[in-house]
């Protein structure tokens, strides 16, 4: 396995460098299997939702899935970014909230213990179950 960075996957995803690009395209046509992190996920949506691109929520939603349809990625909980991109398309929250409440949903379940909540001041966030303005 091989893990990538934010710039390797944005020169993969957006093909729109004539030196990076084509080298990026070869990491994923390798056999090994690519991590892609939470935090490389989360930037690269941040990044693509930013002045510079301009991405849209459907086509952020889109890159999501098409990463889970490429063959050799693989997340750090592949579930966590699976429920995240759904609350993502239900909700108003941003890509990288609705991660954060799934993966420490993850957390707690690892160690046995429930979810409170999970604490935020973020308004579109609070449209997420399990989210709570601290009070």
Do not use: C
């Not at 690892?110 to 601290?134: C, H, I, M, N, W």
């Amino acid at each position: 396995m091989i893990a990538v960075d934010a710039n390797v996957l944005l020169r993969y995803l957006l093909d729109d460098d004539i030196e990076q690009s084509p080298r990026a395209a070869r990491l994923f046509r390798r056999d090994d299997g690519i991590l892609v992190t939470d935090v490389v996920l989360a930037e690269t949506l941040w990044t693509l939702a930013g002045r510079k691109y301009r991405a849209s929520r459907t086509d952020l939603a889109a890159v999501v899935d098409s990463l889970f349809r490429e063959p050799v990625v693989e997340f750090e909980d592949r579930q966590a970014v699976w429920g995240a991109l759904g609350d993502f398309e239900a909700t108003a929250a941003d890509f990288q909230d609705a991660l954060l409440l799934h993966k420490a949903r993850s957390v707690a379940e690892r160690a046995q213990e429930p979810l409170s909540a999970l604490y935020t001041f973020d308004v579109a966030a609070l449209e997420l179950d399990g989210a709570k303005r601290p009070v």
